[in-house]
């Protein structure tokens, strides 16, 4: 459970990371018109996916054990 | 699709600034930003001495190193190939002006209103308005409130805010009306081409055929299109004979 | 043990205690940092005309000036707690133990100040913030600054302390006292039973090990965000990642050396910070300081050596001309240190004086050397033929510097005041439970 948890969130932070980058960097972009990022807030997503990949050690350290609740 | 260019013919500049006037006027810019500035170098030393100039308009690389390191997508390259900067996303970190290696940018390091030409000038006095009819600067181009390109950002003239980037727009505002820059408009010798160097009938892709065009800085990679006839690179040996005197 | 005037006993580590020595410490620093303030309001309603940074070029300046090499020597300074406590860790050097929470309280707050330090030197701070999470673009150098450094570096390194804190933060919540609700909130239920413990064991090892690959990156960031540009002599080059890991080192290091002298004489905690924690720090920012000294040797003979017409322009700038005071202070700043601490290490005799003399030294020859990468290749580095342009900060500039120290110290000082910063110890509590 608590490494279940963790790992999903360190999983999904670095999807978020890799989403991010690649929405925000338009690598591959057959136009060099706009330098927009192809999914808007795309950068936020990136950091969000940073922070979520860190929050996981707050998260296996505090979730309480099972027996308690 | 077009693709601007420039051409800039070295035996015929006879330096005479006007297209930095030009500039001036129909981007109103303030007082220490040159978009259009035209070195006059001295070489050797007096009596065997040799002046050449050499206009530096933005050189609207194709492998722009603004672009590339603006960190906001503020500064952006067009289809066209013309290079802009939003002011209205502009963060004013200024990396531009260092990856540039032409020195083409300009900071707004105060509001522009209190960097215009003739600050202390009372425009009210009648001998004034005899000669302005009544107008107050700062006077402001209203084409440059339009939105341009494909895009649809406010791009021309600058945007003239503190705190944000400006340089040479080619005059997007009068290229996409069928007009010419206003440089290459004023320029008494003909000395300034313009024109879409992708079709080969217009007058500059002759020109570009005709003659040797060169890059400036070639070295650095950055594809400019602007290009340059006769003459022959600029050497730090050269010396400027004034520098610009601007009240930032 | 001491107890306060209203008969409860006193907190280890003078916590909560504000002395009038204290008192003074806070006000002085909330003054400096009102003068800071004052200063960013000049520079935010006159705009950047009121620094003393001017355009490249026609107008002969450098636009990048002090602003952004304290950005980078702050974000150096960073390197520390990170590379201390992955020491500990990895290596098992158990004395350094007692400055591993004062090493991460000194990244958090210099990356804290590095941040500030961005936002005053753009024109738009707000639109800064706001544009960088939607527009942020990783072509750009500064996209690593942004997101790598403020957003990751900081927030892991705000999470290893607070893991690593709860342990003492449970221990002070037993005592009562106005801080108790905030050492209740950190402790978040931490109970000290074998399983957490060995939980925290494993999550700051892999903090550890993922935060180190995230350090070198975030260092590395801003060596590109000058190494990578062509169009400016004297920054385009391979060696400038690198040699940014380096300083930044040597700067973290020596900061964390002044940092633990003080508290060690603060609160007098001669026998839990130990000589041997000095030596090996100091061991540490000798070998750092080598690696670092070579660099900058390198660089110095492939300037002389092969040297184009704009180099040469620069170099002499450097050695000889404008910069040549800064140039050879910091050179001095960082050899006299390295002679200091080579000559301790072979006598195996250390002496907190000098370790502490030597920090100083090479973190002013970090700022030194930071300022020295920045400026000169834009007053004296340009490709076209403009003349030679000059820089130097105005009183705006240094203001804000300065309230961004005092900031800094007064953050620190906050600390200090309301948490352990020494990991508590088996008598200390002792005096909580009594």
């Given at each position: 459970?608590?490494?279940?948890?963790?790992?999903?969130?360190?999983?999904?932070?670095?999807?978020?990371?890799i989403?991010?980058?690649?929405?925000?960097?338009?690598?591959?972009?057959?136009?060099?018109?706009?330098?927009?990022?192809?999914?808007t807030?795309?950068?936020t997503?990136?950091?969000?996916?940073?922070?979520v990949?860190?929050?996981?050690?707050?998260?296996?350290?505090?979730?309480?054990?099972?027996?308690?609740? | 699709?077009?693709?601007?260019?420039?051409?800039?013919?070295?035996?015929?500049?006879?330096?005479?600034r006007?297209c930095?006037?030009?500039?001036?006027?129909?981007?109103?810019t303030?007082?220490?930003?040159?978009?259009?500035?035209?070195?006059?170098?001295?070489?050797?030393?007096?009596?065997?001495?040799?002046?050449?100039?050499?206009?530096?308009?933005?050189?609207?690389?194709?492998?722009?190193?603004?672009?590339?390191?603006?960190?906001?997508g503020?500064?952006?390259?067009?289809e066209?190939?013309?290079?802009?900067?939003?002011?209205?996303r502009?963060?004013?970190?200024?990396?531009?002006?260092?990856?540039?290696?032409?020195?083409?940018?300009?900071?707004?390091?105060?509001?522009?209103?209190?960097?215009?030409?003739?600050?202390?000038?009372?425009?009210?006095?009648?001998?004034?308005?005899?000669?302005?009819?009544?107008?107050?600067?700062?006077?402001?181009?209203?084409?440059?409130?339009?939105?341009?390109?494909?895009?649809?950002?406010?791009?021309?003239?600058?945007?003239?805010?503190?705190?944000?980037?400006?340089?040479?727009?080619?005059?997007?505002?009068?290229?996409?009306?069928?007009m010419?820059?206003?440089?290459?408009?004023?320029?008494?010798?003909?000395?300034?081409?313009?024109?879409?160097?992708?079709?080969?009938d217009?007058?500059?892709?002759?020109?570009?055929?005709?003659?040797?065009?060169?890059?400036?800085?070639?070295?650095?990679?950055?594809?400019?299109?602007?290009?340059?006839?006769?003459?022959?690179?600029?050497?730090?040996?050269?010396?400027?004979?004034?520098?610009p005197?601007?009240?930032? | 043990?001491?107890?306060?005037?209203?008969?409860?006993?006193?907190?280890?580590?003078?916590?909560?205690?504000?002395?009038?020595?204290?008192?003074?410490?806070?006000?002085?620093?909330?003054?400096?940092?009102?003068?800071?303030?004052?200063?960013?309001?000049?520079?935010?309603?006159?705009?950047?005309?009121?620094?003393?940074?001017?355009?490249?070029?026609?107008?002969g300046?450098?636009?990048?000036?002090?602003?952004?090499?304290?950005?980078?020597?702050?974000?150096?300074?960073?390197?520390?707690?990170?590379?201390?406590?992955?020491?500990?860790?990895?290596?098992?050097?158990e004395?350094?133990?007692?400055?591993?929470?004062?090493?991460?309280?000194?990244?958090?707050?210099?990356?804290?100040?590095?941040?500030?330090?961005?936002?005053?030197?753009?024109?738009?701070?707000?639109?800064?913030?706001?544009?960088?999470?939607?527009f942020?673009?990783?072509q750009?150098?500064?996209?690593?600054?942004?997101?790598?450094?403020?957003?990751?570096?900081?927030?892991?390194?705000i999470?290893?302390?607070y893991?690593?804190?709860?342990?003492?933060?449970?221990?002070?919540?037993?005592?009562?006292?106005?801080?108790?609700?905030?050492?209740?909130?950190?402790?978040?239920?931490?109970?000290?039973?074998?399983?957490?413990?060995?939980?925290?064991?494993?999550?700051?090892?892999?903090?550890?090990?993922?935060?180190?690959?995230?350090?070198?990156?975030?260092?590395?960031?801003?060596?590109f965000?000058?190494?990578?540009?062509?169009?400016?002599?004297?920054?385009?080059?391979?060696?400038?990642?690198?040699?940014?890991?380096?300083?930044?080192?040597?700067?973290?290091?020596?900061?964390?050396?002044?940092?633990?002298?003080?508290?060690?004489?603060?609160?007098?905690?001669?026998?839990?910070?130990?000589?041997?924690?000095?030596?090996?720090?100091?061991?540490?920012?000798?070998?750092?300081?080598?690696?670092?000294?070579?660099?900058m040797?390198?660089?110095?003979?492939t300037?002389?050596?092969?040297?184009?017409?704009?180099?040469?322009?620069?170099?002499?700038?450097?050695?000889?001309?404008?910069?040549?005071?800064?140039?050879?202070?910091?050179?001095?700043?960082?050899?006299?240190?390295?002679?200091?601490?080579?000559?301790?290490?072979?006598?195996?005799?250390?002496?907190?004086?000098?370790l502490?003399?030597?920090?100083?030294?090479?973190?002013?020859?970090?700022?030194?050397?930071r300022?020295?990468?920045?400026?000169?290749?834009?007053?004296?580095?340009?490709?076209?033929?403009?003349e030679?342009?000059?820089?130097?900060?105005?009183?705006v500039?240094?203001?804000?510097?300065?309230?961004?120290?005092?900031?800094?110290?007064?953050?620190?000082?906050?600390?200090?005041?309301?948490?352990?910063?020494?990991?508590?110890?088996?008598?200390?509590?002792v005096?909580?439970?009594?």
């Amino acid at each position: 459970m608590r490494r279940g948890v963790t790992a999903t969130m360190v999983v999904a932070g670095i999807l978020l990371m890799i989403i991010g980058y690649f929405g925000a960097a338009p690598w591959g972009a057959d136009t060099v018109a706009n330098s927009d990022p192809r999914i808007t807030l795309a950068p936020t997503l990136f950091v969000l996916g940073v922070i979520v990949v860190f929050s996981a050690a707050i998260v296996y350290e505090l979730l309480p054990d099972r027996e308690r609740r | 699709m077009a693709k601007y260019g420039m051409v800039v013919d070295l035996e015929r500049c006879q330096g005479c600034r006007a297209c930095m006037e030009a500039c001036k006027v129909e981007n109103n810019t303030t007082e220490s930003m040159f978009w259009m500035y035209v070195f006059r170098f001295e070489e050797g030393t007096y009596p065997d001495t040799k002046m050449s100039f050499l206009p530096r308009p933005c050189q609207h690389c194709d492998n722009a190193p603004c672009v590339k390191v603006c960190p906001v997508g503020a500064r952006y390259k067009r289809e066209d190939g013309i290079v802009l900067t939003d002011p209205d996303r502009c963060i004013g970190c200024r990396y531009c002006s260092l990856a540039c290696p032409y020195g083409v940018n300009y900071f707004n390091y105060q509001k522009p209103q209190d960097a215009y030409y003739a600050l202390g000038i009372d425009w009210e006095d009648p001998d004034v308005t005899s000669v302005t009819g009544g107008v107050v600067p700062p006077y402001k181009n209203p084409d440059h409130d339009l939105l341009y390109g494909e895009e649809q950002r406010r791009t021309a003239g600058g945007g003239h805010a503190k705190g944000v980037m400006e340089k040479c727009t080619f005059c997007v505002h009068r290229v996409e009306n069928g007009m010419l820059p206003a440089c290459v408009e004023t320029c008494p010798t003909n000395a300034l081409v313009f024109g879409d160097v992708s079709d080969p009938d217009t007058p500059i892709s002759r020109y570009v055929r005709a003659r040797e065009p060169w890059h400036l800085l070639e070295e650095t990679g950055t594809e400019p299109s602007v290009m340059y006839v006769g003459g022959k690179p600029p050497t730090l040996a050269l010396t400027e004979i004034e520098r610009p005197k601007a009240r930032v | 043990m001491a107890t306060t005037a209203r008969g409860r006993p006193a907190l280890p580590q003078g916590i909560g205690r504000v002395t009038p020595g204290w008192w003074a410490f806070f006000a002085a620093t909330l003054i400096v940092l009102a003068f800071g303030i004052v200063a960013i309001i000049r520079e935010l309603t006159a705009g950047m005309v009121a620094t003393g940074m001017r355009d490249v070029g026609t107008a002969g300046g450098a636009t990048w000036g002090l602003y952004i090499s304290m950005v980078v020597y702050f974000i150096g300074v960073s390197f520390a707690g990170i590379t201390v406590a992955a020491l500990i860790r990895i290596f098992d050097i158990e004395r350094l133990r007692p400055i591993a929470r004062m090493a991460e309280l000194l990244t958090i707050v210099s990356l804290i100040l590095g941040a500030f330090a961005i936002l005053v030197d753009l024109g738009q701070p707000l639109r800064g913030i706001t544009n960088l999470f939607g527009f942020a673009r990783p072509q750009s150098p500064f996209f690593g600054t942004f997101s790598l450094v403020i957003a990751g570096y900081l927030f892991a390194s705000i999470v290893y302390l607070y893991l690593g804190g709860r342990r003492d933060a449970a221990l002070m919540a037993k005592h009562p006292g106005r801080l108790q609700r905030f050492h209740r909130w950190w402790a978040a239920g931490y109970k000290d039973t074998e399983a957490e413990r060995r939980r925290h064991y494993q999550t700051s090892f892999w903090l550890a090990l993922g935060i180190i690959p995230l350090l070198i990156v975030a260092h590395s960031t801003l060596g590109f965000v000058f190494g990578l540009q062509v169009g400016r002599p004297g920054w385009y080059g391979t060696l400038q990642a690198p040699a940014f890991v380096a300083l930044a080192g040597v700067s973290g290091v020596g900061h964390i050396i002044v940092l633990a002298a003080i508290i060690r004489r603060l609160l007098g905690a001669q026998r839990r910070i130990t000589m041997e924690a000095f030596s090996w720090l100091g061991r540490f920012l000798m070998v750092l300081l080598a690696v670092y000294l070579y660099f900058m040797v390198v660089e110095l003979l492939t300037l002389l050596y092969a040297t184009p017409e704009v180099e040469k322009r620069l170099s002499d700038a450097l050695l000889t001309g404008t910069y040549a005071p800064i140039y050879w202070g910091s050179v001095a700043a960082l050899v006299l240190p390295m002679i200091a601490l080579m000559w301790q290490a072979l006598a195996r005799r250390w002496n907190v004086g000098i370790l502490v003399a030597s920090g100083v030294l090479v973190n002013l020859a970090a700022i030194g050397k930071r300022y020295l990468v920045v400026v000169p290749s834009q007053t004296h580095g340009t490709l076209l033929p403009y003349e030679v342009g000059s820089y130097s900060p105005s009183w705006v500039e240094y203001g804000v510097v300065l309230g961004l120290f005092a900031l800094g110290a007064l953050l620190v000082g906050l600390f200090i005041k309301s948490f352990p910063v020494l990991p508590l110890e088996a008598e200390e509590e002792v005096s909580v439970d009594a």
